[in-house]
């Protein structure tokens, strides 16, 4: 039998975060297999909004007002969609996120948060740079839009706390949002334009961009099932396509199918999925956009992309392997076509993405605590492709023992085995 490929570590899951953890690593002076059951980058780092959102201060939180609750609940709402025959199963993780959202905890939440989504520009800019990507990303913000004067002086009102943190932005009446994106309808009567966030042309092609980096610096990437990872008296090993390989730390970065693998080794993780979808348009005659504008009423982005303008929907409770549905997307198109005109479909069918999201709206990032050179970097949500580089930069410092970028006590696994 052949021996066994040595590397010092074994990340699991080439999806954004594995792979800004191995391109961390590395630079750390480790030698990495960065390995998955498909090509790079091709689940839910795929198809997201291309968003590196700065300007996220507050997380993504359970509604608390009856009034939205009740909306929800009706499963007719654009923003969300559930399976009926799905709740009874996600029924506990809903309420520990609803538990998690009260203003109190939701304010912890957001504390613990902010040293990673201050860093996250400036951590993708080195890697953006590094791997000759800037031709992919837009430095123009992005646009919250709104179709009420009553949403629109709420979120005006609530840039009071953006402002404290230093977040840079201009709020625009209908006069001056369509003076900065002409083809938008007179159906959106203000907006908030977030000036340091960033955006990717296509997510896609940035991991690529970022494998690329790494096999340029003599990282390795091979097919393999994560499933095949086993103990051994000094390290790990996974069965590649290409034969073992052994090493002693090992990162499971498997996003929405980390917890599985968790579970296999003792550590019950409350991941659930929250389930995104996105089609690209053809711009109807004479339009465009600038840049990512969200119609925060309705719970839809449509990013301009290479490919053609992407909407991405808000989130849809069902299981990880459930068929995909029309529904959510049926629901935001009517709507997005009232804000911009729209061309025809470019896509077959709408893709799917599965966002890996944690109740306490954080990700866990760090150590196994029951096993020696296993380690995580799971659970980033709504944030993933914002979070990557500044994540896989702790992930890799806490496995090399150097002084961390931020405190990552609020991400240990502790907090829920
Ligand atoms: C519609 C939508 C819009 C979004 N918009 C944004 C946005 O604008 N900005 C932002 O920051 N985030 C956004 N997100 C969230 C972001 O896309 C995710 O948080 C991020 O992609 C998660 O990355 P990941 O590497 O953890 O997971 P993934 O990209 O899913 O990677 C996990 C990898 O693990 C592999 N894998 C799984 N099981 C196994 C196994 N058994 N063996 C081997 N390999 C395995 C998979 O093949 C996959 O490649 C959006 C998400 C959606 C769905």
């Known amino acids: 039998m052949a021996a066994a490929v040595k590397v010092d570590a074994v990340v699991l899951g080439a999806g954004i975060i594995g792979v800004c953890a191995a391109l961390h690593l590395q630079a750390r002076g480790r030698s990495v297999m960065l390995v998955d059951r ?6 839910t780092s795929f198809g997201n909004a291309g968003l590196i959102e700065r300007a996220s201060i507050v997380p993504y939180a359970f509604p608390r007002s009856l009034r939205d609750i009740l909306h929800y609940a009706s499963n007719r709402a654009s923003q969300v969609r559930y399976d009926p025959l799905f709740l009874p199963r996600i029924a506990p993780w809903l309420f520990s996120y609803w538990r998690h959202s009260s203003p109190t905890r939701l304010a912890k939440a957001a504390i613990a948060m902010l040293p990673l989504i201050e860093r996250c520009v400036d951590e993708h800019d ?18 919250e ?20 943190h230093g977040l840079s932005f201009e709020l625009l009446d209908g006069g001056g949002l369509r003076a ?22 296509d997510p896609h092609a940035l991991t690529m961009r970022y494998v690329g980096l ?40 498997l996003g929405a199918w980390s917890g599985t693998l968790a579970r296999r080794h003792g550590y019950r993780v409350p991941l659930a999925v929250k389930r995104g979808y996105h089609m690209h348009y053809a711009a109807g005659p004479g339009a465009g956009l600038s840049r990512p504008v969200l119609d925060d009423e309705a719970g839809f982005v449509l990013a301009p ?20 549905s029309p529904v959510p997307l049926s629901r935001c198109e009517p709507l997005a076509r009232q804000i911009l005109p729209l061309g025809e479909r470019l896509d077959a069918a709408p893709w799917l ?65």
């Open 38 to 43: 498909r090509g790079p980058g091709e689940e």
């Open 126 to 143: 080195a890697f953006i740079a590094a791997s000759g990507s800037e031709d992919l990303v837009r430095r123009a913000g992005w646009i």
């Open 145 to 164: 839009a709104f179709r009420t004067e009553a949403a629109f002086d709420r979120a005006a009102a609530a840039t009071t706390v953006a402002a404290e």
């Open 180 to 201: 900065r994106e002409p083809s938008l309808t007179a159906t959106l009567t203000g907006a908030v334009h977030w000036l340091d966030p960033v955006s990717v042309r």
């Open 214 to 253: 790494f096999a340029s610096r003599g990282g390795r990437f091979q097919h393999a099932d994560a499933g095949t990872l086993a103990a051994g008296t000094d390290g790990w090993s996974v069965v590649t396509d290409a034969g073992t390989v052994a090493a002693r730390d090992v990162v499971v970065s």
């Open 305 to 324: 992309m290479a490919r053609g303008i992407r909407l991405t929907t808000g989130v849809e409770m069902a299981g990880i392997q459930a068929p995909a």
């Open 353 to 417: 993405g599965c966002r890996p999201a944690l109740p306490d709206m954080r990700p866990v990032i760090g150590p196994a605590p029951r096993h020696s050179g296993l380690w995580f970097s799971f659970g980033h949500a709504h944030h993933g492709l914002t979070l990557a580089a500044v994540s896989g930069r702790l992930l890799a410092e806490l496995v090399t023992g150097a002084e961390t970028v931020v405190d990552p006590a609020p991400y240990a696994l502790t907090r829920f085995v």
